[in-house]
């Protein structure tokens, strides 16, 4: 995919259940093949510093930790992207999510990653997302919300939540095979600008215990 959209950003996510040991395959899989990547579920805290987790070629990560025990974002940024974190003041610690402002060729993007870890926690999830996207809209007409939201966009929250916003799912295919027999699609990349994505995809990388990576 990189190499036919050399001039085109690359954005990933995965559900890695503890980054640490699976660092070193993660970045030589993501080095000069992914410009964004959304790390869920990393499960760090504050005994792992950022320097650990450099990528030459990339800023600094991004980070939202909870605990080695469970929880945690990341996001890997290509250095030449014209991007930072908007921190948010009113999202509640137990709602894991990074907002982050990428300007590409002159458009303003608000880009969400988050992790919801309980699905009959929705409603209260997606309830703080939208106090924050609607502090935000004003500023943003471009949207892109990804990460693992435990909950599938046919269900009756997800489904508000994202007609409310005019979100289209672009990852069709189940990524999470938690029951083999029964795969979900609840890591999501959600955007009210379809058109400008194309070639969205999922890839087994082994590096999971039970999801695939969104592309």
Same mark, same amino acid.
């Given at each position: ?15 890695? $259940?503890? #980054?640490? !040991?699976?660092f070193e395959l993660i970045q030589d899989m993501i080095k000069d093949n992914v410009d964004i990547l959304l790390i869920s579920e990393t499960k760090?805290?504050?005994?792992? !510093? ?31 992207? *014209? %991007?930072?974190?908007?921190? %948010? ?28 870890? *309980? ?13 924050? #996207? *609607? ?34 799912? #672009?990852?069709?295919? !189940? ?11 609840? *890591? ?10 194309? $070639? ?16």
């Amino acid at each position: 995919l990189k190499a036919k959209n050399k001039d085109r950003p690359i954005v990933a996510h995965l559900n890695i $259940n503890f #980054l640490d !040991p699976k660092f070193e395959l993660i970045q030589d899989m993501i080095k000069d093949n992914v410009d964004i990547l959304l790390i869920s579920e990393t499960k760090l805290d504050d005994t792992f !510093p950022s320097g650990k987790f450099f990528i030459e070629g990339y800023k600094e990560p991004i980070r939202l930790d909870r605990n080695k025990n469970g929880g945690g974002l990341l996001f890997f940024m290509r250095e030449d992207l *014209d %991007s930072k974190e908007i921190r %948010s003041h009113k999202l509640p610690k137990k709602i894991e999510g990074i907002f982050i402002n990428l300007t590409i060729r002159n458009t303003k993007w608000l880009i969400f990653g988050g992790y919801n870890p *309980d699905k009959k926690n929705i409603s209260n999830f997606l309830t703080h997302i939208s106090n924050e #996207l *609607d502090r935000f809209l004003p500023k943003y007409e471009n949207l892109l919300l990804l990460g693992d939201f435990n909950s599938e966009t046919t269900e009756n929250d997800m489904k508000t939540f994202c007609e409310t916003y005019h979100l289209t799912n #672009l990852i069709t295919d !189940p990524t999470c095979f938690k029951s083999v027999e029964n795969p979900s699609c609840i *890591d999501v990349m959600l955007t009210n600008r379809s058109l400008s994505f194309e $070639n969205s995809i999922t890839i087994e990388t082994g590096l999971s215990d039970c999801h695939k990576m969104t592309v």
